[in-house]
């Protein structure tokens, strides 16, 4: 630890509502020798301003879209009056408060870019962003150039994303690729297998919307069901597609043994793959998937689980690399049901 460590105030710059965050938990864990402030959107029922051990938390209760001056003001309010060093901001919509803010306070700023956000922005295809994504996500790529430009420091997830910003123009020396594992601790207490030896229960956890690809997870078990009378599907997560899942479950003849659990705790997801057989990232090939590494993938890895998933580069690479795995080709029903 650095001479004077615990004299230093972080601030982390979070558009959601906080508890919870993967990401944000990591950064917390990393940083315990420091004061780190979260300063976050508020939801209602919730108190404004929390202190517990060495994390004190803000929360604002207007949306922190960008250019939004009173997120502006308070953080300022906030990071002045704790002596703030060093602000991370996390993601792309809350860059030009992260960035203005520093400049303004005189203090370096980290950018923790989690995903591709312009491409995310297209592969979500959802009404509300049609004029943002016009022209290919032309303006948020404008804007993600100019974040990473004004930024002190970019953290990114996969190489292929590191190698994409390059590609743009970044210096490669200002760009960092810290991959998304998970504690030891938070995986040690689950067991590295709690699945019954005649059961094959195959898992996905994460969104279920449709880049996600798990209608294919669907598809592929109802070809396979008949031939595994013990096999089940287990879907750990929510998201705008549950329902017409459920309903294509239910077409196909296998409601009974596809199993929906909701929105689940992480300590909760770490239970669920200890006891699955094989574990799924079925997601669709596209500029997203193929720059970043979701979080699933080092969850299954650090319990011990094979993985069966699409060709997405980043995550192709690492079971390759790994031999933690099968690969099969993005949307392929019958490919995935052969493996």
């Known amino acids: 630890m650095m001479p004077g460590a615990r004299d230093l105030t972080i601030a982390i710059l979070w558009q959601g509502v906080y508890p919870w965050d993967v990401r944000i938990e990591k950064f917390i864990r990393a940083l315990s020798a420091y004061k780190v402030l979260i300063i976050c959107r508020a939801r209602r ?3 404004r301003h929390e202190v517990d051990g060495n994390v004190e938390i803000f929360r604002i209760g207007t949306l922190p879209f960008p250019f939004n001056p009173w997120w502006l003001m308070r953080c300022l309010h906030i990071l002045n ?12 919509p809350v860059a030009w408060l992260g960035i203005t803010a520093g400049i303004l306070r005189g203090v370096p700023t980290i950018f923790d870019m989690a995903e591709n956000y312009p491409a995310a922005l297209v592969a979500y295809n959802r009404k509300r962003y049609k004029l943002i994504v016009s022209g290919n996500a032309l303006l948020p790529r404008l804007y993600e150039k100019w974040a990473v430009n004004m930024s002190s420091r970019v953290i990114v ?3 292929e994303q590191k190698e994409r910003l390059v590609k743009a123009g970044a210096p490669t020396e200002k760009i960092a690729a810290v991959l998304n594992t998970p504690c030891a601790e938070q995986t040690a207490s689950c067991g590295a297998s709690s699945a019954r030896n005649n059961e094959k ?3 996905y ?10 209608d ?4 592929a078990f109802a070809a396979i069901a008949e031939k595994y009378p013990f096999a089940s599907l287990v879907i750990a997560g929510s998201g705008r597609d549950a329902e017409k899942l459920k ?3 239910r077409q196909l003849g296998i409601k009974d043994r596809v199993h929906f659990s909701g929105w689940v705790s992480h300590d909760e997801v770490y239970r669920h793959i200890a006891a699955s057989y094989a574990c799924l990232i079925p997601h669709i090939v596209s500029e997203h998937t193929q720059t970043t590494l979701p979080n699933k993938l080092f969850d299954y890895m650090a319990m011990s ?3 069966i998933s699409s060709d997405m580069s980043p995550v192709k690479n690492i079971i390759f690399r790994y031999r933690c795995g099968l690969v099969f080709k993005s949307g392929d029903t019958a490919g995935l049901a052969s493996q």
């Not at 009056?81 to 792309?92: A, Q, Y």
């Not at 956890?205 to 798990?214: P, S």
């Not at 294919?216 to 598809?219: G, L, N, P, Q, S």
């Open 247 to 249: 309903v294509l479950s």
């Open 45 to 47: 029922g919730m108190s």
């Open 157 to 159: 997830v996969a190489d």
């Open 81 to 92: 009056k704790n002596n703030v060093s060093l602000i991370i901001f996390r993601d792309l």
């Open 201 to 203: 229960r195959f898992l």
């Open 305 to 307: 689980k094979p993985i």
């Open 216 to 219: 294919v997870a669907v598809r």
């Open 205 to 214: 956890t994460g969104k279920i919307d449709a880049h996600r690809g798990v």
